[in-house]
Each structure stands twice: as C-alpha cells, then as structure tokens.
C-alpha cells in the first residue's frame, strides 16, 4: 500500500512549487514564481483580499452583543435558535424568570428538554450536528479548511471554458477569465455562509451557488460588460427545511442539479429550469453534507453527516449504503470511467476505493440493504478496499527548515484530474503541503508517490481542483489560506494518448526562460 513515508522530501522553507515535469516536482524562490505566474497568461494567478468593512453584516452570521429589552420573550427565544440552535432556543426559555403558572411550566419543561437532549447526546442516540446553528452547519461540512475565517470559501473550475468562479468570505462571488478585463462581481440578499458552487456543464452562462437559505442560480452573460449583475439575473431554489445547503453537483450532461443540506435527510434533484424538486429521502444518517456526480452519470454519491454514505443508481433512482467506524466522509472523487470512488472518512487517515463494475442492479425494495465496510484484499465488487496510508509521518529536517515536518493524518480535501492520473490530497491539521499523487486506473487501481506540493511560506491549502481542459496534462489550482489562487501545471503525457499524438515539446508557455532547460525531453 501506497504512504507518506515514500514521497520525497517538500522543497525547502521559503520555495514555493512550480510544477511537475514528468513525475517530478520543480520548485522556485517567491521572485521565480512570480516570473512563472506571467507565464500562465490562460490561467492567472490571483489574490482575494478579505474585504475589510463588509457591505452588509449577515444577521445570520453575526451574534447580536445583547437582547433589546422591549423584545417579546418568544422574539428573544427565536433569535436565540436562529443564531445558536434549538439548545439556544431553550436556553432562552429556561432563563426567562416570569413567574406566572403558564411560564414556569414552560420553563420546566425546557429544562426538563435540555437534560433529556443532554443524556441523548451524550449515548449518541440522536443526531448531534441537528442540534447545531446554520452557520455552525457550514462551518462543520465545508470542504474549505477554515471556512469561517478564512479569505477563501468555495471555488469552482468551469468544465469545458477556461473561467473560474471565486467565494469570498464576504459572500462575494468573483468569475474570472482569460483575457477579460471586467471581473463580475455577484451578490445576492440570500447568498449568505457560501459552502460551496458549481458550473452547468456545457452551458458557459450558469452558476449554481450553494448557501444558507438554498441554492441561488446565475445566469451570466459571458459577453456581458457590467461588473455586477443585478438580483435580476438570479433565482433561488429552496425548500422548507433544506437549509442550509452545503453541496450541490449538477448531472455531467446538466440536465439535473442535486443540493444537500446535512439538516434535512431529503437529497433534493432540481429541474432548474421550472424551479421543481423531487426529494429522494433517506432517514438513516440525519441528512446529507456531500454530492458528488459520476462522470458517466450513472451514479451519484450522498454522504451523510454520520458514518455512512449512499450511492445512487440514477437509472432506477435506487441506492447502495455503507456504514463505516471511520467517522464521516469527509472528501470523494471519482475516476473518469465513473469505475472507482476514493473516499476519505473524518477519523481515518488513509484513502479507501468503492469498485464499481457494473451497474447497481435493481432491487425490489425502495432501498439496498446495508453494505459492511471491508477492508480486505479478498472483498469483492462493492467493498470497501484501503489503498492509500495518510497516517502522520515526520521528515527529516531539509536545508532552511528548523526542525522535523509533520504532513499527513486526516483528510480535508481531494481532487482527481480528468485522466485519472493525478490525485492531490489536502489534509486538516498539516495543511501547509499538499500530496500529490500518480495514479493509474486500468487494469486495476494503481496509486504511487509523487510529491509534496508547497504554496506561500506559512499559509494552508484550503481547496483544491483540477481543471479539465489543461493540454498537455493536468493543472491543479490551489486555494492558500492567504485568499492566493496559485495554479500548478503537471506536464506529462496521458497514459490514453500515443506519444505522436501530443508533442511534448508543444508547451502552452515558454518556460524555458525560467527553468533555463527544455521542458520536454525527447
């Protein structure tokens, strides 16, 4: 099994990576950086900058510093829910001193609540994250690292253009492209506590942003030259009780666009263009925080906020379940045959893959019986197999490091490229370098060290994405703690590609005059 404890040693402090030329990671001081970033004139460097005074402070998002005194108790109560949960709504209540018979009753009868949601809690006879608030909500099942005070909190790759759209911590969405100089500027009275978005794949115009209050849909002009569309050219999905949403994937022909919210146990399929949903609803696991979309679109992963995951059959609209010990999953992808899904739980520090061969065959009832997690080489179709070691491991001390580094342990973030021959793999506690991995998908699932990819001097990588339509290989964006969107080429050749089919000297940038070397050799 593939581990940290073969990759290479990450380049030394104050060198930032480059890119990958044929398994090999290059790196440069920050002034080579900067002169390759010119370089990348398609896919441009940038930096979201916090905003410091936002333009409007979210009630949902900002605690009151007291209760106004003329406000009705059941005023003060709801504002208590909205801003710390159905524990603050009790609180609320249990703290109320009128001493009128109906009153104490009630104040009884919250205490009474609160001891009885306590010892429920505490046996994990409930599902604890349902006693969260909204923003809590997203703070907990956001793929970004830090989502709450960190510049960066969703980003998204358009699949087929070289356009990409930035959320700030602001709830501001920014979509860049090449040679535009008008960046748009999105805001939207219900685009509160962004988690994340998604492009409509074959459509340049659509933009689905996942937030508290539901799911809010752009339509963007891409000739368009105003810098901030209106509300006008957006809508709104939402449903009682889906809120807040924290992930949407559309189908990758866009016909069909799923939202999640780990606060309702409905997974929600939209025909946007009638703003109508069907709810495919499951009670096991308290809701759902995760989608992710085969490529083939025969298949579609729903993770819920407990140990267990669903897989859809989208041709009978039936599904598989998983119950791990692992904790939650917390990232998957898939391989681009839609054959193979990584997964990467909360409490474990490995990679696990899911085969998918054939179909899932229908059954009679409305949903498969529970699949146990197995973790051996025997399992067959269906099985849960460990491929990947993320356990902590401590490398040597390099030149202009002080001490031993620690990389690896729990996984925060996962990207697989379109060929199926790059995985990069972001972690929770030791953010400061990504793992890069070679992988192979045919025969059978291969995964081997490549290296460690290093971003800005003491900044954290928050997410991660591969963009489709790089030539000539993969090109990984990153997304630092720092609000910096870097961009890593990865130059190989596709194992799907003859060699006389793509040049290897047919670079997109003279890098020559960087790295003082042909990128390619013969």
């Known amino acids: 099994m593939c581990s940290l404890s073969g990759f290479p040693d990450p380049p030394a402090k104050g060198l930032t990576t480059l890119y990958e030329q044929h398994g090999h990671l290059h790196s440069g001081t920050e002034q080579e950086w900067a002169n390759f970033g010119q370089q990348l004139t398609t896919y441009r460097c940038i930096s979201v900058a916090r905003e410091t005074v936002r333009s409007s402070v979210s009630s949902d998002s900002t605690a009151p510093p007291f209760l106004l005194q003329h406000e009705s108790i059941w005023r003060q109560a709801v504002n208590s829910w909205r801003d710390k949960g159905f524990i603050g709504f009790l609180e609320q209540l249990a703290r109320y001193r009128e001493t009128s018979p109906a009153w104490s009753l009630a104040r009884f009868a919250a205490k009474s609540l609160m001891v009885g949601m306590n010892w429920f809690y505490s046996h994990g006879l409930i599902f604890p994250h349902l006693l969260l608030s909204g923003e809590a909500l997203c703070q907990e099942y956001s793929l970004a690292l830090d989502w709450g005070r960190g510049h960066v909190r969703a980003f998204a790759w358009h699949p087929q253009t070289p356009k990409f759209a930035v959320a700030s911590h602001g709830d501001l969405v920014r979509v860049y492209a090449p040679n535009v100089g008008i960046v748009p500027l999105l805001k939207h009275k219900s685009q509160r506590n962004i988690t994340d978005m998604a492009w409509k794949p074959y459509c340049s115009s659509l933009l689905a942003v996942a937030c508290h209050d539901g799911v809010v849909v752009w339509q963007l002009d891409p000739m368009s030259l105003i810098g901030r569309p209106s509300s006008a050219y957006a809508s709104l999905l939402s449903r009682r ?15 069909l666009l799923a939202s999640a919210s780990p606060a309702d146990s409905s997974m929600l399929i939209w025909n946007v263009s009638t703003e109508e949903c069907v709810p495919l609803c499951r009670l096991a696991g308290g809701g759902v925080c995760l989608l992710r979309w085969s490529p083939d679109g025969a298949h579609l992963l729903a993770a ?47 990679l696990y893959a899911v085969s998918f061969p054939k179909p899932l065959n229908p059954c009679l009832g409305d949903e498969e019986e529970d699949s146990a997690w197995i973790p051996h080489s025997s399992a067959g179709s269906g099985s849960g197999l460990p491929v990947v070691d993320l356990a902590e491991v401590t490398l040597s001390a390099l030149s202009g490091h002080p001490g031993n580094i620690k990389v690896g342990g729990a996984v925060q973030n996962m990207a697989w ?41 003491g900044e954290h990588a928050q997410l991660l994405s591969f963009y489709n339509g790089f030539e000539g290989g993969s090109l990984l964006t990153v997304c630092w703690s720092n609000g910096v969107v870097s961009h890593v080429p990865l130059y190989y050749c596709p194992l799907s590609q003859e060699p006389t089919e793509k040049s290897f000297a047919a670079s997109p940038f003279p890098l020559q005059r960087i790295i003082g070397s042909p990128l390619y050799s013969s």
């Open 417 to 457: 490229d379109k060929h199926g021959e790059r995985l990069a793999v972001s972690f929770r506690d030791h953010g400061q370098y990504v793992a890069l991995f070679c992988t192979r998908t045919y025969p059978m699932l291969e995964v081997s060290p490549c290296g460690f990819i290093s971003g800005p001097h």
């Open 241 to 255: 009780g889906h809120q807040p949403v924290t992930s949407v994937a559309w189908h990758p022909k866009g016909s």
């Open 304 to 350: 819920a906020p407990q140990s267990l995951f669903r897989v859809w059959d989208t041709q009978f609209w039936r599904c598989d379940r998983w119950s791990t010990f692992q904790g939650r999953c917390q990232a998957a992808c898939w391989s681009p045959d839609g054959a193979q899904l990584l997964c990467a739980f909360s409490n474990s520090p490995a």
